[in-house]
C-alpha cells in the first residue's frame, strides 16, 4: 500500500505562492494517479482540488483554475501543488491521495490511500 506524507504548509499572503508537496513512498509515483484535496474544516467535506494522471495529465477544479499548478517529480517520488494566493479563500487543510488501480483520473476516481494533510492559512 502507498504511503503518502504532505509537507510546505503554512501562511500564505495575497500574491504570494506557496508549493505543497507530498512524498510517496512504497510505489513509483509515476505509476499512480495522484490527487489533491482541500478541508476548510473538520466535518466538511473534502473538496476536490487537482489532479495528476499516469500520463501526465493534469485536472483543476473550475474554482482554481490559473492559479494551482500540480506537478510531479518521479526521480523524487514527490508530487507538487503550486499555489498563488491573490486571495485569502486558500485556508483549509490540504491533503493528497493516490489511485493505484486507474491510469487517469475522471471525477469518479476513488483514492485509496492518503496523506495526514498539511495545513495551509490565507490572509489578506
Known amino acids: 500500500q502507498v504511503q503518502l506524507e504532505e509537507s510546505g504548509g503554512g501562511s500564505v499572503q495575497a500574491g504570494e505562492f506557496l508549493r505543497l508537496s507530498c512524498l510517496a513512498s512504497r510505489r513509483a509515483i509515476s505509476s499512480l494517479v495522484m490527487g489533491w484535496f482541500r478541508q476548510e474544516a473538520p466535518g466538511k467535506e473534502r473538496q476536490f482540488v487537482a489532479?495528476?494522471?499516469?500520463?501526465?495529465?493534469?485536472h483543476y477544479a473550475d474554482s482554481v483554475k490559473g492559479r494551482i499548478t500540480v506537478s510531479r517529480d518521479s526521480a523524487k517520488s514527490t508530487v507538487y501543488l503550486q499555489m498563488n494566493s491573490r486571495k485569502p479563500k486558500n485556508t483549509a487543510m490540504y491533503y493528497c491521495?493516490?489511485?493505484?488501480?486507474?491510469?487517469?483520473?475522471?471525477?469518479?476516481?476513488?483514492?485509496?490511500?492518503w496523506g495526514q494533510g498539511t495545513q495551509v492559512t490565507g490572509s489578506s
Open positions: 491521495a493516490a489511485d493505484t488501480y486507474l491510469s487517469d483520473w475522471t471525477p469518479k476516481t476513488y483514492f485509496g490511500s
Open positions: 489532479a495528476l494522471s499516469r500520463n501526465g495529465n493534469t
